[in-house]
């Protein structure tokens, strides 16, 4: 059975800094991306990162330089360092695997992405 295991969320004033952490059991992630969405209260889910199996990150535009994805192939982990934070970086943040080989042009897609934590919350005051 896969499971993903985000934690690392919490309470932190803008500019702060978080660093959430995913560990991956019943799935090797590689060579298959994996990748952090979040979703904001009312607001749809958004694609915050990804790595592929190759180690290359993505980033969506909102967080690039702020965020760093990395991956420890030998925890079978991945990580998100979240700098500069902001109050509309608040939001669920979930990690995400493919089962499968992911074209890079897909990488922000939800349903590209099979197994699914259960998310932290991240919180960003003002």
């Known amino acids: 059975q896969v499971q993903l295991v985000e934690s690392g969320g919490g309470l932190v004033q803008a500019g702060g800094s978080l660093r959430l952490s995913c560990a991956v059991s019943g799935h090797t992630f590689i060579p298959y991306a994996m990748a952090w969405f979040r979703q904001a209260p009312g607001k749809e889910r958004e694609f915050v990162s990804a790595l592929t199996g190759g180690g290359s990150p993505y980033y969506a535009d909102s967080v690039k330089g702020r965020f760093t994805i990395s991956g420890d192939h030998a925890k079978n982990a991945v990580y998100l360092q979240m700098n500069s934070l902001k109050p509309e970086d608040t939001a669920v943040y979930y990690c995400?695997?493919?089962?499968?080989?992911?074209?890079?042009?897909?990488?922000?897609?939800?349903?590209?992405?099979?197994?699914w934590g259960q998310g932290t919350q991240v919180t960003v005051s003002l």
């Open positions: 995400v695997s493919a089962k499968y080989l992911v074209d890079t042009n897909y990488l922000q897609e939800e349903a590209a992405y099979t197994y």
